[in-house]
């Protein structure tokens, strides 16, 4: 059942990324990865849903996106690049995307990131997260979303890998993460490997960690 909720809060979290609060419907609950459908509750925008994955946890009393704005398409993330506290969006039920299983690598390309933070969020506040690694593939250093929680929760298993411009502060790789770089970064392909970003860097990087030997029944990934 679809549910009509208030914006509370907007930030930027980067040059094109913004994070949402909303309000929570009574009795709604989700687990960390989970995802549903939104669309804008305004005229000619109701019946264009798109999928978001909840950054918020389920014991918050608010719901909470990280969207990647394209100004430069005339659509949904356009149209709540221009939203504000008081407008209203409307959400379907939670559904499933990326479980968490057991500690492993999480491989994430740009905005793929969103399905992670409220795993690794949950992770940190329970006192679970040892045992777990992001490797963030961002274009430049001002795409990173939210680097400084993930270095305060991850600390030095947090690594960034910048692809298009030379950086002083994070490792840099001319174009893409390759095979010799996660070999250099995976001590071991038993665990898990979770990874989400556009489609080309999920099928590179599900090609590398098979051709690494990581087990297929431990390659968790989102589209």
Known sequence: MPHTVTIQDIENVTHDVKQIRFEKPEGYSFTPGQATEVSIDKDGWRDKKRPFTFTSLNSDDYLEFV???YPEHDGVTKQI??????????????WGTIEYKKPGVFLAGGAGVTPFIAILRDLYKNG???????????????????????EEILGDQFINVITDEPTDD??????????????????????????????????????????LGANPDALVFEE
């Open 128 to 150: 679970k997260v040892n045992g777990n690694s992001l490797i963030f593939s961002n274009k430049t250093d001002k795409d990173i979303i939210l680097k400084d929680e993930f």
């Open 170 to 211: 994070h490792i840099f790789l001319d174009g893409h993460i390759d095979k010799e770089f996660l070999e250099s970064k995976i001590e071991d392909v038993e665990q898990a490997f979770y990874v989400c970003g556009p489609q080309p860097f999920n099928e590179a990087m599900m090609k590398h960690l098979k051709e």
């Open 67 to 69: 969207i990647k704005i």
């Open 81 to 94: 690049g221009k939203l504000k506290a008081g407008d209203k969006l409307i959400v379907d039920e939670p």
